[in-house]
């Protein structure tokens, strides 16, 4: 699993940019990934696809 971003931000828009690699350092594969997102007693879970 690879974090993108893990520290306080107040409220309002962001936006994250993925590289395309794992913890590893390694780049992944074209297709369907699921991120999630957690702020507080909030969680949600989606897909996002991949394409190279």
Do not use: C, P, R
């Amino acid at each position: 699993m690879t974090e993108l971003v893990n520290n306080y931000q107040g409220a309002g828009t962001y936006e994250v940019t993925w590289n395309g690699k794992n913890d590893l350092g390694q780049h992944v594969a074209s297709g369907t990934y699921i991120y999630q997102v957690n702020a507080g007693s909030f969680s949600q879970t989606k897909k996002m696809v991949m394409l190279k």
